[in-house]
């Protein structure tokens, strides 16, 4: 356990200091070709190294209902800024639909009461978010690899797009919308799941609401909230900025292990 928690330290020290250099300016050195060939060999020996020491099926650590933290941070935005969101809000989301597309034999639209009643996996776990702060949890959503294989994955999906309906900055390109993407080991993993409840309760606007994802061993800007749409994918390079997420396609690790 203590070189589990050592790797996770030096992870998140890791991930700040990269995000750091990406955000603060420090231009000459993140957008040199050297330096980001550098950081993708890091990233990729990085997941190399926890799926073979861990296992691909390895669960992180599930904690107890006395473990549930009294204050848990809202991470990244609180409040969406777009109309829609905000309309589907005051109808208290009897609108909103989840989408699953892409390479998938049988697309799906989904209600939130359509996916409240699916089989569901409930977990306590801990939120490390890339700032420096924890929380414990409790989550209650569908397990995502039972959706995919209700929705028939095509041979050529290799990732799990998540899109969003956070508008993060305004851009005229629409990169400034919030999504994540996630490969099939995490995708399959049992502790993936589709959160639509947090500590017994509807979740809050704040942390994600109507649905948010929860890839438990990977820290919490991977943790895509106010979830619209899922779609499979071959390879993450036509989306937006190419890396395969709204925070990584501005300096920070596509796999964010802990």
Same mark, same amino acid.
């Given at each position: ?46 997941? /190399? ?175 895509? /909230? ?33």
């Amino acid at each position: 356990m203590s070189r589990i928690i050592t790797r996770r330290r030096f992870l998140i020290g890791a991930t700040m200091t990269a995000s750091a250099l990406g955000l603060a300016g420090c231009d000459a050195l993140v957008e040199s070709d050297r330096t980001k060939s550098v950081l993708k060999i890091a990233e990729g020996f990085s997941m /190399k190294t926890q799926r073979f020491l861990l296992g691909d099926d390895a669960l992180a650590r599930e904690f107890t209902e006395a473990d549930i933290s009294p204050t848990f941070r809202a991470n990244g935005t609180s409040m969406p800024d777009n109309a829609r969101y905000i309309d589907w809000m005051n109808q208290r989301f009897s609108g909103w639909k989840l989408e699953v597309g892409g390479l998938v034999d049988k697309p799906m639209q989904l209600s939130l009461a359509e996916l409240k009643a699916l089989p569901a996996r409930t977990q306590i776990t801990r939120h490390d978010c890339v700032e420096g702060w924890s929380a414990i949890g409790k989550w209650t959503g569908v397990p995502l690899g039972a959706l995919l294989q209700a929705a028939g994955l095509k041979p050529e999906a290799r990732y799990i797009v998540f899109h969003c309906a956070d508008e993060y900055e305004k851009t005229l390109d629409g990169s400034g919308w919030y999504y994540e993407s996630i490969d099939l080991v995490d995708a399959f993993h049992p502790q993936t799941i589709l959160a639509h409840t947090m500590n017994g309760r509807d979740l809050e606007v704040a942390h994600g609401a109507p649905l948010r994802l929860r890839v438990e061993r990977q820290l919490g800007y991977k943790q895509a /909230k106010y979830l619209t749409g899922i779609e499979a994918v071959a390879d993450l390079g036509q989306l937006y900025g190419g890396n395969g997420g709204f925070w990584e396609d501005r300096g920070y690790e596509w796999y964010a292990g802990i």
